[in-house]
């Protein structure tokens, strides 16, 4: 009843991920995922050289005590390394709790609340004919929720948008160009603003009023400006519009949340309770965009989730490939127990990904289901991801017409 081990296994199937692997004294394995995007090395460093001395000889089964031990003893709260780290140790020992009871996950969580848990995918295109094919293809796989990202005429590749996709491409697992050091992407919002509705109202001439559509912003517009876009887009019928305003600035999402009824959406850079204590509180948003990775673990955003469920807040977590399949497992979990489970991101892992990280997660008929292995259900080829070398990868910079760093 002791952890005998901890290992911060950090590898570059496709892109850099950072995991905690945990054994008991018993030889029970649980796998946690501490991956914070372009950061990667702060949160191992913070692991191996603060974390790990802590857990060797504690009781893997106090969870929370554990967490709170990490969190509290630490005495320098909250941030995203932070939390990160938090989360893997959380989720490597839920994945132990969970195999020793010899049940999935979710089953201790509270059991499943639903037959799977609806997924959204990423199309892109830069311009409508592209977005079109990569909206029919998501189709084709089975998807029921489909996030819209275009380009903007005049303005080059922006993040969100990936290359356009002809028949028979590779598929593009991560939409930004991460590069060794970041590259420097040109943006406008006026030229933004004046397109997108457009784009909006051709994808529903297009393909109908039933399909779910969603939208991310990035954080890109000042409240005015997302006021402005959510009315007009309130004809499309989106399911949410995601990070309209940077979120440290709460009291902004007032401003947009008085002028339209667009959903909202935001949190994936938050990462704890208090980050949405004004926007859950005044209910100035519809939908938790936290990844268990970067909230502190399972423990933590199931608090959370919690305390939105008063207030019909619902979840839509943060699932691109830069969370790991640990992670998207891990949430999956968290997503079929909850009773305000909303929507869940599902941007496919690259098969690089998927050969070192072996997930017993299924996507059928547009919906996510996390297997019915005993804990997470997520096995690591170490073997495998020693030969994926770490490689350093910054996300992209934005930068206005007039060269003034903006928001990506
Ligand atoms: C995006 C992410 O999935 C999303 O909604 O905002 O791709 C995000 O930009 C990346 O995870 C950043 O690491
Ligand atoms: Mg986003």
Redesign the pocket.
């Given at each position: 009843m002791t952890i005998r081990n901890a290992e911060v296994l950090v590898t570059s199937p496709g892109r850099n991920f950072v995991t905690l692997r945990i054994t008991t004294d018993d030889g029970v394995v649980g796998l946690g995922d501490a991956t914070v995007?372009?950061r990667e090395l702060a949160t191992a460093a913070y692991l191996s050289e603060h974390v790990v001395p802590l857990l060797i000889g504690k009781d893997e089964h106090n969870i929370e005590d554990m967490w709170q031990f990490l969190y509290r003893g630490a005495y320098w709260r909250r941030g995203p390394i932070t939390m990160a780290a938090i989360a893997a140790v959380d989720v490597a020992l839920w994945d132990i709790k969970a195999k020793i009871a010899g049940l999935p996950l979710y089953q201790l969580l509270g059991g499943a609340s639903r037959v799977g848990a609806l997924a959204y995918g990423h199309a892109s295109g830069s311009d409508n004919d592209a977005l079109f094919s990569s909206i029919r293809n998501h189709l084709d796989q089975g998807f029921k929720a489909i996030r819209i990202q275009t380009g903007v005429p005049g303005l080059g590749q922006i993040?969100?948008v990936a290359t356009d996709q002809r028949p028979g491409e590779r598929y593009d697992y991560e939409p930004?160009k991460r590069l060794p050091l970041p590259a420097e992407e040109t943006w406008d919002t006026r030229a933004y603003l004046r397109h997108i509705p457009s784009v909006f109202a051709a994808v529903r001439e297009e393909f109908g009023p039933e399909l779910i559509l969603l939208h991310?912003g990035?954080h890109r517009m000042t409240p005015n400006q997302a006021a402005s876009l959510g009315k007009s887009l309130e004809p499309y019928d989106l399911f949410w519009l995601?990070?309209c305003t940077p979120g440290e600035n709460q009291e902004g999402l007032r401003r947009v949340r008085s002028q339209t009824t667009t959903p909202l959406a935001i949190g994936?850079v938050f990462n704890s309770v208090f980050d949405y204590q004004t926007l859950i509180t005044e209910q100035l948003i519809d939908y938790v965009?936290s990844a268990v990775t970067h909230t502190g673990g399972v423990t933590a955003l199931k608090k959370l989730m919690d305390f939105a469920a008063i207030y019909q807040i619902k979840s839509g977590f943060?699932?691109?490939t830069?969370i790991s399949p640990v992670g998207q497992a891990a949430q999956l979990h968290l997503g079929m127990a909850i009773h305000n489970f909303g929507i869940q991101?599902y941007?496919k892992h690259s098969p690089e990904t998927l050969e070192v990280f072996q997930t017993s997660y299924t996507f059928e008929n547009g919906l996510l289901h996390p297997g019915n292995n005993p804990g997470l259900g997520v096995d690591y080829n170490e073997e495998l991801a020693a030969s994926y070398g770490y490689t350093t990868a910054y996300?992209p910079v934005n930068r206005l017409l007039d060269g003034t760093v903006h928001d990506w």
């Open positions: 995007n372009g993040y969100g930004a991310d990035h995601e990070d994936e965009r943060h699932g691109p830069d991101e941007m996300l």
